[in-house]
Each structure stands twice: as C-alpha cells, then as structure tokens.
C-alpha cells in the first residue's frame, strides 16, 4: 500500500471488511435482536484490534520468540490471549453459551487483525514511512460502528415499512 494515499481512500480499500461486518449486525439483529450480541461483536472487535492485538505482538516480540514454529507461534498467543480474555469477562458478566461462542470468536478474529496491524505499524515506522494516525485510531472504531450499523439498518427497515403500511392502508 503506498503510505501516501489518504485516509478516505485507505479507508474505501476496506470496503469488504465493512460490508462483511454490517452483514454480520444485520444477520444478529434477524436472528436475535437482543442488543448484547451487537455490543459483544462491536466491542469484542474494536477491542481486540486496539488492545489485544497490539499487546500480543509487544509480548511475542519483545521476548523475542516471533521465529518460533517459522511464526505460527503468533497464532497460538492471540489464541490464548483472546479466549482467556473471554473467560476473565465470562467469570464477572455470565454470558449465555451463544454469547460465549460470539465473544470468543469476534476477540479471536479482532486480535489477529490487532497484531497483524501493529506489525504493520511498527515496519512502517522503521522504513521511515508516514504512519496513519488516523487509520489506526478510527479504523478499529468503525469496524464496531459498521456491526451496529447492520444491527440497526432492520430496525430502521422494519420501522419505515411499518410507516408507509400505515400511510397506504
């Protein structure tokens, strides 16, 4: 990616991302529009890119174990990070067996894109290139904001169906 280009257009190369996660809110929000899956997806994904993720690559790398199993090491540490994650916020909140499941796999998902990012920054850094603030700060925002985007979108479309219904019939 050329570290000129702007914040919209960087952004606008994400547009599947986004699209995957507004499909992903508006499916919660058909199958069950109880607002606590939206919050875990929209939250576990924002949290796992700007906390988990980065912690988990500062800990691989500043211990220095990145070339173990040729790197796939990186793959068992978010693992564990996330899913320990889950069952530290499982133990205070009691999350239902769906919601666990949710939450487990939106921080597993959220992580690795967290610690593949910071890479990303971090060699960015180094080559003394121009790094993104915005892209990093708003980035993991409007991830979560898509997923409740899509959650919101059926009952904006169930509510203007209910509204023309009534002015037609």
Do not use: N
């Not at 257009?9 to 607002?35: N, Y």
């Not at 889950?86 to 769906?98: E, G, K, R």
């Amino acid at each position: 990616m050329d570290p000129l280009t702007s914040f919209l257009h960087r952004l606008s190369m994400t547009r599947r991302l986004m699209g995957g996660v507004f499909a992903i809110g508006f499916v919660i929000a058909w199958w069950d529009p109880d607002p606590r899956l939206i919050l875990i997806l929209a939250g576990g994904l924002s949290c796992g890119i700007l906390l988990l993720g980065p912690y988990a690559a500062a800990a691989l790398y500043m211990t220095r174990l990145q070339h173990i199993w040729r790197g796939h090491l990186r793959w068992l540490l978010c693992l564990l990070l996330a899913l320990s994650s889950v069952a530290l916020l499982d133990s205070f909140i009691h999350w239902s067996t769906a919601q666990r499941i949710l939450a487990a796999s939106v921080a597993c998902v959220g992580t690795v894109v967290g610690h593949d990012a910071t890479l990303a920054v971090l060699e960015l850094r180094s080559s003394a290139g121009r790094v993104d603030a915005w892209m990093v700060g708003l980035f993991p925002v409007f991830v979560g904001l898509s997923a409740l985007a899509g959650y919101c979108s059926l009952g904006f479309g169930i509510g203007a169906y209910q509204v023309v219904r009534a002015f037609v019939g």
